[in-house]
């Protein structure tokens, strides 16, 4: 079965600093995507970055990368030089392929960023 | 604003009650999901569609639950009989792509007393 886990319910961080919020997956299937989005208390979830399970590089999206590690089967995200409206709930999601496309989603982390 | 869109926003019930919410997706997003996200946790698949055609409902869609997306464009999902355990947001995403980023609504929050 397809299981995303998120062990950090919340992080805090200093503005301006970096940090790493935990994504560990499981899937036996070898094509599958990975993804974070962002739900600020709006409720809409904004996505941020994507990496394909064939990918040799790390993806990056401005300030956000990702920390992928097939083998240990994680995929964290990094945030550099934290800004206060990275405060939000960050959900690392799955998709496997053949499978509708549908995401599977982790419980979240709760970012509160102190300036 | 062309994102996908969903009404209401919010929606206070009493139990036992009949409640239905709207999705407006992306022009020409072929895909359309919905997701079920209770306080604290992530988003959970509900069911999504190819144009109007219903591909697939998970086991949390119980016999209460009806979505419908008629001409391939917005969507429905009906909530009969509802009952507290029901009270969630509601979100609705939409795609191009069977492996395109999925766009995301803000969602209709749904309380029942």
């Known amino acids: 079965a397809q299981k995303i886990t998120q062990t950090q319910p919340g992080m805090f961080v200093q503005e301006k600093e970096a940090v790493t919020l935990d994504c560990t997956y499981d899937?036996?299937?070898?094509?599958?995507?990975l993804f974070w989005y962002k739900q600020p208390s709006s409720g809409e979830m904004i996505f941020l970055i994507y990496?394909?399970?064939?990918?040799?590089q790390n993806a990056t999206e401005g300030r956000y990368s990702l920390n992928f590690q097939k083998a240990r089967k994680s995929a964290n995200l990094v945030i550099s030089a934290s800004q206060l409206g990275d405060s939000a709930m960050y959900f690392c999601?799955?998709?496997?392929?053949?499978?509708?496309?549908?995401?599977?989603f982790g419980q979240g982390t709760e970012l509160s960023v102190k300036p | 604003d062309t994102g996908v869109s969903q009404d209401p926003r919010h929606k206070i019930t009493k139990r036992g009650q009949n409640v239905t919410f709207r999705c407006d997706p992306i022009s020409e997003h072929n895909r359309l999901y919905w997701y079920r996200q209770t306080l604290g946790q992530g988003p959970e698949f509900l069911t999504y569609f190819q144009n109007e055609a219903q591909l697939e409902k998970s086991r949390l869609l119980s016999d209460r639950f009806s979505a419908e997306r008629p001409k391939g464009s917005f969507s429905t999902l009906e909530i009969q009989r509802t009952e507290q355990g029901d009270s969630a947001m509601y979100l609705c995403?939409?795609?191009?792509?069977?492996?395109?980023?999925?766009?995301f609504g803000e969602g209709s929050r749904l309380t029942v007393l």
């Open positions: 999601a799955m998709r496997v392929a053949n499978q509708g496309g549908k995401l599977i």
């Open positions: 899937t036996s299937d070898p094509s599958y995507g």
């Open positions: 990496q394909g399970s064939y990918d040799q």
């Open positions: 995403a939409s795609t191009p792509l069977a492996d395109g980023e999925l766009f």
